[in-house]
């Protein structure tokens, strides 16, 4: 069981979240060539080590989560939010 | 290499069974090689087999990091079916199942194929519609034994599945391909080893490549563990693994994700299960069948994060053994002897890859998902044929690369671009 530290619940069992995918994709503009789309939505580096990628906690917080981890030996070496922005809001209004 | 016979059988059954020889040589890498196969799974072998055995190709090379048989090839559950709806994927596997048919003869091997029925139980009158579908169209594209069995005839098939009508899940009929069933995966890979070997094909093992030499759009070396070897052409047949042979030729990204998959075997049991049975419903999936030892094999779902780690997480334990008293409460008591995980080449819409790559003399076997093991003979067949003429027959042409630019993807599930949802 891989353990994840939310920033906002704490330390947490994997299977309380959601794996999203590849951290690193950016989606280019709406106008932008097919290739470019073609690209970000099916291409991936698939890399064997240190990979940021996207986790939702969909069993807790529901926020959506960066986390870097190795891909072969599920060490992680960060958690923190996708959307900071959200994420300082969230923790002025406390 | 001493051929099976009943009379070598006999004679060596008399004389001490020491007139064997080794099943496969262990030879020194040469200097070159006129095709070089890197990965010596199920694929890698039965595409060298077949570019002797079909095309006449001498001068070939299996490489393999580690042993033959310790990869995916000795961790999946064994299933061999052909009930695809896709067009371009129904033909394939169907062409595979018929050469798995012949396979132990052609190998001289026993694979121990056996089609004991593959039984998928349908829960809802739109699953027994959708069901109804897939089976119509395989029945009118050439698999003709494709059924849709009713309540009382699956109870007289297997009668120990729970048919309790409370269950969350109630069985109301199943979707059956007679011709489909399992074989023994170690037997198959060593069966093609051992034939491919007996046609003088090379067959290297720890011999991991580490990188590869590029002149213009060729490769023209690999630089192995075991020392540099030349190639007129090259041939990846390593999923699991695609990704990182595919960036060492500076080719950039795939439509591919690496996804681990764990299978589950119990201890041995006296005969309790005459089929395969699967069961998928709502976030559940299980596939189960007994082997030849009295095992009961099974599986279910990807551990659903990337990885390329060869070890399986608990959490799907739990899924798959909820699963397991679901559809089969028997098993409640009996013990689990191992759980083992392979990595597999998870691919954006589902479907395999045997094609050509922006290289010229670079050929690309890869994305199996769910699926490699029953694809094996067909896939290193058309493989083969692919590297001998240099062009994809049209058997292979939709498993290309460029389907995506083209908005042509093959997705049996219509899941999407996302790797892990395609199991």
Not at chain 2, 205 to 217: D, I, T
């Amino acid at each position: 069981m891989l353990r994840l530290a939310c920033p906002f619940c704490g330390l947490r069992d994997h299977s309380e979240f959601s794996y999203g995918g590849d951290g690193s994709i950016i989606y280019p503009a709406l106008d932008a060539p097919v290739q470019d789309w073609h690209d970000a939505v099916f291409l991936r580096d698939n890399v064997c080590g240190r990979q940021v990628e996207t986790w939702q906690h969909v069993h807790g917080c529901r926020m959506w989560l960066l986390v870097e981890r190795d891909t072969l030996t599920h060490e992680i070496h960060s958690v923190r939010p996708a959307h900071s922005e959200l994420a300082s809001t969230l923790e002025g209004a406390e | 290499m001493t051929r099976f016979t009943a009379w070598n059988v006999f004679w060596q059954g008399i004389t001490g069974q020491k007139g064997w020889t080794r099943q496969w040589r262990d030879p020194e890498p040469k200097a070159h090689y006129d095709v070089v196969i890197v990965g010596g799974g199920l694929h890698g072998l039965a595409t060298a087999y077949y570019l002797s055995k079909v095309h006449g190709v001498q001068n070939v090379a299996v490489l393999e990091k580690g042993w033959i048989g310790g990869g995916n090839a000795g961790r999946n559950t064994t299933i061999v079916r052909s009930n695809y709806a896709q067009p371009g994927n129904r033909e394939f596997y169907e062409h595979s199942l018929r050469l798995w048919e012949n396979l132990s003869h052609e190998l001289n091997y026993n694979v121990m194929f056996s089609q004991r029925s593959h039984i998928a139980l349908l829960h809802s009158p739109g699953a027994i519609d959708a069901a109804s579908r897939n089976y119509n169209t395989m029945r009118r594209t050439g698999t003709p034994d494709a059924e849709i069995w009713d309540l009382p005839t699956l109870k007289r098939a297997v009668p120990h599945l729970n048919y309790a009508a409370n269950a969350r899940f109630p069985i109301i009929g199943a979707a059956v391909q007679k011709r489909a069933g399992t074989a023994r995966h170690d037997a198959v890979v060593w069966g093609y080893a051992r034939a491919a070997d007996a046609r003088g094909v090379d067959i290297i093992q720890n011999c991991k490549v580490e990188g590869l030499a590029r002149e213009g759009g060729r490769i023209t070396a690999l630089d192995t563990t075991r020392g540099r070897i030349t190639a007129g052409k090259v041939a990846f047949a390593v999923a699991g693994s695609t990704s990182l042979l595919w960036q060492m030729a500076g080719l950039g990204g795939l439509p591919i994700e690496s996804h681990k998959l764990q299978a589950f075997v119990s201890e041995p049991l006296k005969p309790l299960l005459d089929q395969v049975v699967v069961f998928g419903m709502g976030g559940a999936h299980f596939y189960i069948s007994q082997s030849d030892k009295g095992g009961m094999v099974f599986g279910g779902d990807l551990d659903w994060y990337k990885s390329y780690a060869q070890r399986g997480n608990l959490p799907i334990v739990q899924d798959v053994a909820e699963a397991a008293m679901s559809v089969l409460p028997c098993l409640g008591r009996v013990k689990l002897l191992r759980h083992w995980s392979g990595v597999v080449d998870m691919s954006m819409d589902g479907t395999h890859f045997i094609c050509k790559t922006p290289l010229d003399n670079l050929y690309l076997n890869a994305g199996w998902n769910y699926g490699g093991f029953k694809a094996t003979p067909a896939s290193g067949w058309w493989f083969a044929d692919l590297i001998a003429n240099d062009r994809p027959a049209p058997m292979i042409a939709s498993f290309d690369l460029k389907r995506f630019e083209r908005g042509l993807q093959i997705d049996e599930r219509g899941a999407g671009p996302d790797c892990k949802l395609h199991g």
